[in-house]
């Protein structure tokens, strides 16, 4: 339903940039379509599961490079695994956040095709997670919390990446940031699947944005490896339970940061004043806290996870 609803919306802004741009625009044309798009959007209610996969996807979503300039001051990218390369797709550096020195990293996806090629449409070889490692140890050094913003479809899955490392580089981040002595808050912006998302999940608190999805994979390869047929995407998304809403009943994510109606991506100067609340929201509750505590926390959410899951197969 919301991919169709989203079609004419598109179709509706691209008429009103139209009317816009003539010499004399037809406002009564114009306030029409607003009145349309106005109706449209309140349509987006009551989504199902698959309708949050296709608007956690969407292109025009916000990216982690909009949230950093929107969100944090001083942003100082950093660059480099220490072994000789650059991985476009994780993006990071130092930041100031109301004044607090910060490290802030995560997936970064593109715009356009262009784009997208150039960050491997947000699936990080092992380079990309050892400079999220790398910028992870250098905020514990100098006492910075992490911030980290989740929105990839997996960790790239190509032999040459295998080749270098990629579990490896996973498994590394995971141990690691199971005892960072440092607050982690991590964000699912967008799609968070398989271990590419939890490489830099590992957090304090964990968010979602309303719309999110985040998994063990995405819904057409559950359904490839469950019914052979990808195709059957839809039906894997209400098995999965892969949303938001689901996962804070599991006990998985800490909270929702809510979105406008219809997605981030129509109002995102309101999604970015959101997660800036809920991020200084978070990092209060750590002020006072000693930084084996924090890593005992963290511990402790996760183990938590663990058992629940072992005590409902049993």
Same mark, same amino acid.
């Given at each position: 339903?919301?991919?169709?609803?989203?079609?004419?919306?598109?179709?509706?802004?691209?008429?009103?940039?139209?009317?816009?741009?003539? &010499?004399?625009?037809?406002? @009564?044309?114009?306030?029409?379509?607003?009145?349309?798009?106005?109706?449209?959007?309140?349509?987006?209610?009551?989504?199902?599961?698959?309708?949050?996969?296709?608007?956690?996807?969407?292109?025009?979503?916000? %990216?982690?490079? &909009?949230?950093? #300039?929107?969100?944090?001051?001083?942003?100082?990218?950093?660059?480099?695994?220490?072994?000789?390369?650059?991985?476009?797709?994780?993006?990071?550096?130092?930041?100031?956040?109301?004044?607090? @020195?910060?490290?802030?990293?995560?997936?970064? %996806?593109?715009?356009?095709? #262009?784009?997208?090629?150039?960050?491997?449409?947000?699936?990080? /070889?092992?380079? /990309?997670?050892?400079?999220?490692?790398?910028?992870?140890?250098?905020? &514990?050094?100098?006492?910075?919390?992490?911030?980290?913003?989740?929105?990839? @479809?997996?960790?790239?899955?190509?032999?040459?990446?295998?080749?270098?490392?990629?579990?490896?580089?996973?498994?590394?981040?995971?141990?690691?940031?199971?005892?960072?002595?440092? @607050?982690?808050?991590?964000?699912?912006?967008?799609?968070?699947?398989?271990?590419?998302?939890?490489?830099?999940?590992?957090?304090?608190?964990?968010?979602?944005?309303?719309?999110?999805?985040?998994?063990?994979?995405?819904?057409? /390869?559950?359904?490839?490896?469950?019914?052979?047929?990808?195709?059957?995407?839809?039906?894997?998304?209400?098995?999965?339970?892969?949303?938001?809403?689901?996962?804070?009943?599991?006990?998985? +994510?800490?909270?929702?940061?809510?979105?406008?109606? /219809?997605?981030?991506?129509?109002?995102?100067?309101?999604?970015?004043?959101?997660?800036?609340?809920? +991020?200084?929201?978070?990092?209060?509750?750590?002020?006072?806290?000693?930084?084996? &505590?924090?890593?005992?926390?963290?511990?402790?959410?996760?183990?938590?996870?663990?058992?629940?899951?072992?005590?409902?197969?049993?």
């Amino acid at each position: 339903m919301v991919k169709e609803i989203d079609e004419r919306i598109q179709a509706i802004d691209a008429e009103i940039d139209e009317l816009m741009a003539e &010499e004399a625009v037809d406002e @009564p044309r114009v306030y029409v379509l607003r009145r349309e798009k106005h109706e449209l959007i309140k349509m987006c209610r009551d989504l199902t599961p698959h309708d949050k996969v296709y608007i956690a996807r969407h292109k025009k979503r916000p %990216k982690i490079t &909009e949230y950093i #300039s929107n969100i944090f001051e001083d942003f100082f990218e950093q660059r480099g695994d220490d072994l000789g390369k650059d991985d476009m797709s994780i993006y990071g550096g130092i930041a100031t956040f109301h004044g607090m @020195p910060v490290t802030v990293l995560g997936h970064r %996806k593109g715009n356009d095709l #262009s784009e997208n090629l150039k960050v491997n449409f947000g699936m990080p /070889g092992p380079e /990309g997670y050892r400079k999220a490692l790398r910028l992870m140890k250098q905020a &514990e050094k100098f006492g910075r919390p992490v911030i980290t913003f989740i929105d990839t @479809p997996g960790a790239y899955p190509g032999l040459e990446a295998e080749m270098y490392g990629q579990g490896t580089a996973i498994a590394n981040n995971l141990a690691k940031m199971s005892d960072l002595k440092v @607050p982690v808050i991590a964000i699912v912006t967008g799609e968070g699947s398989s271990g590419g998302a939890l490489a830099i999940g590992v957090a304090n608190t964990v968010l979602m944005l309303e719309n999110s999805v985040y998994s063990i994979l995405s819904p057409e /390869g559950y359904a490839s490896i469950l019914w052979k047929d990808s195709g059957r995407s839809e039906e894997a998304c209400e098995l999965m339970k892969l949303t938001a809403q689901d996962l804070l009943s599991f006990g998985v +994510i800490d909270d929702i940061i809510p979105e406008p109606l /219809g997605g981030a991506h129509l109002n995102p100067k309101m999604v970015f004043k959101t997660v800036d609340r809920y +991020i200084r929201r978070e990092l209060e509750k750590y002020v006072k806290t000693g930084p084996e &505590e924090i890593a005992k926390q963290r511990y402790k959410k996760f183990r938590y996870i663990d058992e629940m899951y072992l005590a409902e197969k049993a």
